[in-house]
């Protein structure tokens, strides 16, 4: 029986030859997930932000249909 053997490749990123056996090599895979927590940080705030308008919203439709009652 064959053993699998990984393939290995060279990373995703252009210009970058490090050859790896993921999509990118360990160095560009550090970095793309440094990017993805960079932008999860500047998102977050906005996203409390549309979540606390949404509730205001949601209050303020409550309150008025009880009032309308
Ligand atoms: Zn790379």
Redesign the pocket.
């Known amino acids: 029986m064959l053993r699998r053997v990984p393939m290995v490749h060279e990373?995703a990123?252009p210009g970058?030859d490090?050859l790896?056996m993921g999509e990118?090599?360990l160095?560009?895979e550090r970095e793309s997930e440094a990017t993805v927590r960079r932008r999860v940080k500047r998102l977050l705030p906005r996203l409390a932000t549309a979540s606390a308008l949404v509730a205001a919203a949601a209050a303020g439709a409550l309150i008025k249909s009880r009032l309308l009652r």
């Open positions: 990373c990123r970058c490090t790896t990118l090599c160095d560009h």
